[in-house]
């Protein structure tokens, strides 16, 4: 075999590893012990997947998470980090609120509350080979993305990948917008929310949770763009899809009277454009190195993985610390909040 063949035989296989994988819901409800840490109830309701030692307060300095946690509700069983986005809305032509089930993805039929999809990968998401290899977060490692109070594109613009996607059927991923998609969605809505990939490699959090973190300085991460010197350490992308059952919503005559789209997120932004998300890492031991360092692209076998019945078992297993009505048809949202559009 000429060497340029056998070169490009080893590159077409994945040298490190791209995961891909459900969690079922944890819980939902007022608490961020993120931006929030202590506050109960936090302003507005959350849908929290991962770890079962979930709670209001996850105070870095000492919280063990994987130790405190007895089960996860992600597919990865030695995966106790949370995850969590804010949870959406239908507002109807008479002005109340009623919260939009979740759907997990197609495959992931079953996780209890639909969840979320998470990724880790360390080249863009259709790069089969993920020829780079990336460092692990390490333990009390936490981000956010996104900004709660965006409520126009260029608010947003300093986020490069929070997204929607108006789903037809499960399989649609075209066309992603940054505001809520304008038309009614026949299968559902979809949030993708990636996080940045370049970090300061100190500071394991910042007060606003973000400035640890940075994009590529030029181009992007998809183009494998460079860190910036302030934050020369490349980490895996971290992306969250959540799928948001707006089928039942779809009755023009419940739509607002101008045609405008219906949809609130928790926190009152009716826009979309205040997208974003919450990442708090909690991995058992190197258990996220090991799985990275794996040669295999999504079906990454090895690693202990759990069935979606296991994962639901964990479900519901964090004593509900906020109890109100964040199901029924609601005249203000949970938290006191209304929809508004700038
Ligand atoms: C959260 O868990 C920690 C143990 O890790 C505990 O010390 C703390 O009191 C708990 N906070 C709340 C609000 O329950
Ligand atoms: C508002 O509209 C929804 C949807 O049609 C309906 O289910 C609900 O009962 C209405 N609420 C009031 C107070 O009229």
């Known amino acids: 075999m000429h060497w340029s063949t056998l070169i490009l035989a080893f590159a077409a296989a994945p040298t ?3 995961i891909r994988f459900q969690c079922s819901q944890l819980v939902r409800e007022r608490l961020d012990p993120l931006v929030n840490p202590g506050l109960i109830p936090s302003p ?3 849908q929290i997947v991962g770890g079962n030692s979930f ?6 300095k000492t919280k063990d998470i994987p130790g405190e946690s007895t089960c996860t509700t992600c597919q990865f069983a030695e995966d106790f980090s949370n995850y969590w986005t804010a949870i959406l809305y239908f507002k109807a032509r008479n002005g109340t609120y009623k919260r939009v089930p979740q759907l997990a993805n197609a495959g992931f039929e079953g996780a209890k509350g639909g969840g979320m999809t998470v990724y880790y990968m360390q080249d863009p998401l259709y790069d089969t080979k993920q020829l780079s290899s990336v460092k692990a977060f390490q333990p009390g490692f936490r981000m956010f993305v996104g900004d709660i109070n965006a409520r126009n594109k260029a608010q947003a613009a300093r986020f490069r990948q929070l997204t929607y996607t108006c789903m037809d059927n499960a ?19 979809m949030t993708s929310l990636r996080f940045p990939t370049c970090w300061n490699g100190v500071d394991l959090d910042s007060p606003d949770h973000m400035s640890h973190m940075a994009y590529p300085e030029s181009g992007t991460f998809e183009s494998g763009g460079p860190c910036p010197s302030t934050h020369p350490v490349r980490v895996s992308q971290v992306m969250y899809e ?6 039942k919503f779809n009755d023009p005559a419940e739509w607002p009277a101008d045609g405008s789209q219906p949809f609130v997120w928790s926190f009152g932004d009716g826009t979309g454009y205040g997208n974003h998300g919450d990442y708090v890492f ?15 692209y999504v079906n990454c076998e090895g690693a202990k993985l759990q069935s979606i019945e296991e994962m639901n078992k964990c479900s ?3 004593p509900e610390a906020v109890v109100e009505d964040i199901d029924g048809w609601l005249d203000v949202l949970p938290g006191g909040h209304v929809a508004n559009y700038s």
């Open 171 to 189: 399989g649609t991923r075209d066309k992603e917008t940054v505001a809520f998609p304008a038309r009614p969605c026949k299968y559902g809505i």
């Open 316 to 318: 519901g297993s964090v």
């Open 55 to 60: 709670n209001a307060t996850m105070d870095p």
């Open 282 to 296: 909690g991995w058992k031991g190197d258990s996220l190195q090991k799985i990275l360092d794996t040669k295999c």
């Open 16 to 18: 490190s590893a791209l």
């Open 44 to 46: 507005h309701v959350h």
């Open 242 to 247: 959540v799928i948001w059952d707006t089928s």
